[in-house]
């Protein structure tokens, strides 16, 4: 017997011992798989197609070597990139008729390959130092945590509800007129280049702001806010807290002061 259990002693007791080990070694930390998308297409014929795009549709504002005129920035520098380009691109606020417009979501001109054809076109014929395009995963996210990093970083403009508004003046209190654009209309990329490029007025959120897996939370949470769960009674358009409170006391108090009338009314007639 004692035959039996020295070669089985020998051979388990290490395999315990490195499975302890294993056990309590501390879990790797988040590492974020590569960019969302560096599989466009760089061959001579997709470049070819960009640069025939941006000389027609976006030279004439940001120059035929991308540095900038009187009427459009220069893209050569950052936060100008990938991200920004496919950003700006695939939301429809570029290419714009008027350089002086606001530019605001809308359908865009462009087709996949088409706009791939650009941001490939800018990233290696050009060159832009701006920051690739992000891999975001929401399912990977957790959605407390995407609520905390949206209440702390973006509820202030974008309104808790993700409603938008219009930010009215700045720090000196001058007004802006700026738009603060809704995101009922934003996905997951949307959600994780704006934050890595900050287009418009937005500010940008680099890594130390932001991490990564904080970003996967965040989409989750902008996604939550498109379908929430209204447990609360009539949304009223998810027009945001202050608003709806507002709209309480005012229709509450409107349909008090119309019972006292109806009751003051009907106590006259007694009369």
């Not at 009427?71 to 380009?85: F, M």
């Not at 959600?191 to 490029?197: D, G, M």
């Not at 287009?199 to 897996?213: C, K, L, T, Y």
Request: hydrophobic fraction near 40%.
């Amino acid at each position: 017997m004692r035959r039996i259990l020295t070669p089985l002693l020998v051979t388990l007791v290490p395999a315990a011992v490195l499975g302890a080990c294993t056990y309590f070694r501390a879990p790797a930390p988040y590492r974020p798989p590569p960019s969302y998308r560096t599989d466009y297409p760089t061959d001579s014929a997709t470049l070819a197609i960009g640069e025939h795009l941006f000389a027609r549709d976006c030279a004439f504002c940001h120059g035929s070597d991308a540095r900038g005129t009187d009427r459009a920035p220069d893209l050569t520098v950052e936060p100008n990139g990938p991200a920004l380009t496919d950003f700006m691109l695939r939301t429809g606020r570029m290419p714009i008729d008027d350089p002086d417009a606001p530019s605001r979501r809308r359908p865009s001109p462009y087709d996949e390959r088409e706009i791939d054809a650009i941001v490939a076109y800018l990233d290696l014929a050009i060159g832009q130092p701006g920051p690739a395009i992000p891999n975001v995963d929401p399912a990977a996210g957790d959605l407390a945590q995407g609520q905390a990093v949206y209440s702390e970083n973006c509820a202030a403009c974008h309104a808790s509800t993700g409603i938008g508004g219009a930010m009215l003046a700045d720090e000196d209190g001058h007004r802006t007129g700026v738009h603060i654009p809704g995101l009922s209309a934003a996905d997951s990329e949307d959600v994780a280049q704006a934050v890595r490029t900050g287009p418009g007025a937005m500010p940008r959120f680099g890594e130390g702001v932001i991490s990564d897996q904080e970003l996967d939370s965040l989409a989750r949470y902008v996604q939550h806010l498109h379908q929430p769960d209204d447990r609360g009674g009539w949304p009223i358009g998810r027009i945001g807290p202050v608003a709806e409170g507002a709209a309480g006391w005012i229709l509450g108090l409107g349909v008090l002061a119309l019972f006292i009338r109806w009751v003051g009314t009907k106590r006259g007639e007694l009369r």
